[in-house]
Every structure is written in structure tokens, then in C-alpha cells.
């Protein structure tokens, strides 16, 4: 059974940059499709951006195109989110997931605990 943990969230000014790790455990990893997700208080949980298990494509939602980047290192076992030019609207708790190439949260079957971004001066 794969396991997934998030790490990396902070708290960061706007127009800034943070890296975020999703660590698996569990055989097979590079098997997996990968995407990230993000909730904030009172709202559903938001598709982020996803990639596939072999990193060659990725998909993201409009509202961080152009500022965040996922890739993946299957030999350590983990996908990075790289996030710039970070806006307070970005704040939320940050989920990986798997194994889907899409940005819909029911596709998925594994998740992680999630990890906090905080975007504010």
C-alpha cells in the first residue's frame, strides 16, 4: 500500500517561493500518477496540479499556471510542488495524492496528512 507525506509548508510573504515534498513509502511509486490539492476552511478541496508517473506530463489548474511547477524524482521516491510568486489566495492546507492524471479529488485513492501554506506580510 502506498503511503504519502507532505512537508515544506510555512509561512511566507506574498510574492515569494515554497517548495513542497510529497514523500512515498510502498512499492511500485513509479507507477503512480501524483496530484496536489489544496483546502482552505469551509471550501472543498481545490485540484492543484498532477503529474504523471513517468513526469513527462503534468497538468495544472489556471489559477497557479505560470507559478507553480511539479516534478518528481522516482528514485527518491517523491514529487515536488515548486511554488512562486505566492499570493494570500494561495493559503490553504496542501494534499498530495494518487493515482490519477486528473484534477478531481474523487479519482484519487491515496492522500496524505497535508501541510499548511500561509501567504501574508
Known amino acids: 500500500q502506498l503511503q504519502l507525506v507532505e512537508s515544506g509548508g510555512a509561512l511566507v510573504q506574498p510574492g515569494g517561493s515554497l517548495r513542497l515534498s510529497c514523500a512515498a513509502s510502498g512499492l511500485e511509486f513509479d507507477y503512480y500518477d501524483i496530484g496536489w490539492f489544496r483546502q482552505t476552511p469551509g471550501q472543498e478541496l481545490e485540484g492543484v496540479s498532477c503529474?504523471?508517473?513517468?513526469?513527462?506530463?503534468?497538468k495544472s489548474a489556471d489559477s497557479v499556471k505560470g507559478r507553480f511547477t511539479l516534478s518528481r524524482d522516482n528514485a527518491k521516491m517523491t514529487v515536488y510542488l515548486d511554488m512562486n510568486s505566492l499570493k494570500p489566495e494561495d493559503t490553504a492546507v496542501y494534499y498530495c495524492?494518487?493515482?490519477?492524471?486528473?484534477?478531481?479529488?474523487?479519482?484519487?485513492?491515496?492522500w496524505g496528512q497535508g501541510t499548511q501554506v500561509t501567504v501574508s506580510s
Open positions: 503529474i504523471s508517473s513517468t513526469g513527462k506530463s503534468t
Open positions: 495524492a494518487a493515482d490519477s492524471d486528473g484534477l478531481e479529488p474523487y479519482e484519487y485513492d491515496y
